[in-house]
């Protein structure tokens, strides 16, 4: 089968939906490698992550050669490149659809990944907010099929743009595939860790009135790893009120290599949001065999499972007991290191998810 793909996040976004982007093309080309597969994108920065889609085997990097370049080509002329590539089924997997594409009789799927911006909307200014409704009501209402990457994602697909539930499909987010292959922890000095991005959803504020709540002998540092703006700086100024500057080591990127190891020796990662659409970090974090204390809403409960401990994001006393239950009882915090391993092994594994997506691929052609 000849498959094509939104591929503008995989080539020029290294976060959030350019990992699920290449994640997915790897194990679709890992698991199916007798497809044909056509990354169609406005342009490409060439970097060592990069660099392997462009020479994929079985994978074909298309893009613009006409007229129209940039934006305007990925809404308005990619269609006509897939139409003549011969491409029997598209993809996009970032919440978008290239206009014109649904009057091709191509049978095409969209990937959500959440709603965030109407959900949490203080984030997001209001312009950016119209565009991103109108980008994903578009989507939701042309595609064939829909996929929601949580329980909590199609609920909210549903809810806002009133698709029918049997029009999407749940098909969970790839993990880079060194997760699944487990380090060897190392004696390091006791420390817990945050990951994602520094902003008010993802609450690292609870955290750290969290830790304050605690006593003083279980105090050990957090690790911060991610970017941010006001609110990170709003974070690091409660800190610096407090008195509690020593306890907080920030650092904004790091590589898979480096994280994982972070994951493997961390005593625990806390991870309280408010709202995901689906919280890879913890499915990181479980495959490392790292505890988790994330929040009792959203999709969290169901990403993290039995073998994660739920706090409500609005308590610091409800985090602060749940860390402390991990960080006093070892023969508890091994139990949820290895039940929360071998969960997240069965769960989130490439070829379950890779199978999945190719049975609804197939449901639609």
């Known amino acids: 089968m000849k498959i094509g793909f939104d591929a503008k996040r995989l080539y020029n976004n290294f976060t959030g939906l350019g990992n699920h982007s290449r994640t997915t093309i790897d194990i679709l080309t890992a698991n199916f490698p007798e497809n044909e597969y056509y990354l169609y994108t406005p342009k490409v920065k060439q970097n060592d992550v990069t660099l392997p889609y462009l020479q994929l085997k079985g994978c074909h990097t298309v893009q613009p050669h006409g007229l129209l370049r940039g934006s305007a080509w990925r809404t308005f002329g990619m269609a006509s490149d897939v139409k003549h590539d011969g491409i029997e089924l598209f993809h996009g997997l970032s919440n978008e659809m290239p206009v014109g594409l649904f009057h091709s009789g191509i049978p095409t799927v969209v990937t959500i990944h959440d709603v965030a911006f109407r959900t949490f909307t203080d984030m997001y200014h209001w312009h950016d907010r119209q565009i991103y409704d109108i980008k994903w009501r578009y989507a939701c209402n042309h595609a064939d099929r829909i996929i929601a990457i949580s329980e909590g994602?199609?609920?909210?697909?549903?809810k806002f743009y009133g698709v029918p539930e049997h029009k999407v499909?749940?098909?969970?987010?790839?993990?880079?595939?060194?997760?699944?292959?487990?380090?060897?922890?190392?004696?390091?000095?006791?420390?817990?860790?945050?990951?994602?991005?520094?902003?008010?959803?993802k609450n690292l504020l609870g955290i750290v009135k969290a830790m304050e709540l605690m006593p003083k002998d279980l105090q050990i540092p957090l690790k911060v790893v991610g970017g941010g703006g006001a609110y990170k700086k709003t974070v690091r100024e409660y800190i610096a009120t407090h008195n509690m500057e020593h306890l907080f080591e920030w650092t904004e990127t790091i590589d898979n290599a480096e994280l994982q190891r972070l994951y493997t020796n961390a005593q625990l990662m806390a991870y309280p949001s408010f709202y995901e659409g689906f919280g890879l970090p913890i499915v990181e974090a479980q495959l490392c065999g790292c505890p988790v204390v994330t929040s009792n809403v959203s999709c969290l409960p169901e990403i993290g499972g039995p073998y994660a401990m739920k706090a409500d994001p609005n308590s610091p006393e409800d985090i602060c007991n749940q860390m402390i239950k991990l960080l006093t009882d070892d023969a508890f915090r091994q139990v949820q290191s290895e039940g929360g391993r071998q969960r997240a092994m069965q769960t989130f594994h490439p070829t379950v998810l890779a199978k999945q997506l190719m049975s609804i691929y197939n449901k639609c052609v």
């Open 153 to 158: 994602t199609k609920k909210d697909v549903i």
């Open 169 to 201: 499909d749940i098909v969970y987010q790839p993990v880079n595939p060194r997760y699944y292959t487990p380090i060897e922890r190392s004696h390091t000095s006791p420390y817990m860790l945050y990951v994602g991005s520094v902003n008010s959803r």
